[in-house]
């Protein structure tokens, strides 16, 4: 199976397979077929394809009552499936930048690249005002490899946007300013206090950014 023509091809089922995995902890063969809407046994078959391609595993997971059930997670090889905006380059400009000129460095450059991004997404959400304009931000985030996605919370009033995908994680963990960054970036787009929320376990990576009520 090559990349290149899995990722050309959105409705690939094994594709979906791997980005509904990479939105949770780990999925069962019972999970994916509501998820995905493929036969049990459809399902099975991709599994197994992609296990044997070193794209998953598994591990017994379990449960309440009865045996422990088998799930897929992904492995490392699955993060060829998931958009990066070249991180290691990135990287080691900024490690250069912070060792030829010292700590404050790096952080002029982000200061410079989040402006622009800042700009780059204010251009193209101009238009947009409140609910729309969380919608907007979330589809140009799916859009630079983020996995995206939009919904609202009623019991709070809170509008959220979880991306399930860093598309710059290994800049994100050499350089945690990058996080204050990054919520400071939403606010002004957003026009609100935003909280951000970062989890990783299991494999999972979820990023969830939050409207915050003026008290």
Request: aromatic share 10%.
């Amino acid at each position: 199976m090559k990349t290149k023509l899995l990722t050309r091809n959105q409705n690939n089922p094994k594709l979906s397979i791997l980005r509904e995995i990479k939105k949770s902890q780990g999925l069962s063969v019972t999970e994916l077929c509501q998820r995905v809407g493929l036969s049990y046994m459809g399902i099975k078959q991709h599994c197994i394809g992609l296990e044997r391609e070193g794209y998953l595993d598994t591990w017994r997971r379990p449960k309440g009552m009865g045996r422990p059930e088998k799930a897929y997670r992904l492995t490392d090889g699955a993060k060829e499936f998931f958009p990066s905006r070249y991180p290691q380059f990135s990287l080691q400009i900024l490690e250069s930048v912070k060792e030829i000129y010292g700590s404050l460095g790096p952080e002029k450059i982000l200061h410079n690249i989040y402006k622009a991004e800042t700009q780059r997404y204010e251009t193209k959400l101009e238009k947009l005002d409140g609910e729309s304009r969380f919608r907007g931000l979330a589809h140009l985030r799916e859009e630079d490899g983020y996995m995206a996605e939009y919904s609202f919370d009623n019991s709070n009033r809170t509008h959220r946007i979880t991306e399930f995908n860093s598309a710059i994680q290994d800049c994100l963990d050499a350089f945690p300013m990058i996080r204050d960054y990054e919520r400071q970036m939403f606010e002004k787009i957003l026009r609100t206090k935003v909280r951000r929320d970062e989890e990783r376990v299991s494999g999972l990576y979820r990023c969830t950014y939050s409207s915050v009520s003026a008290s």
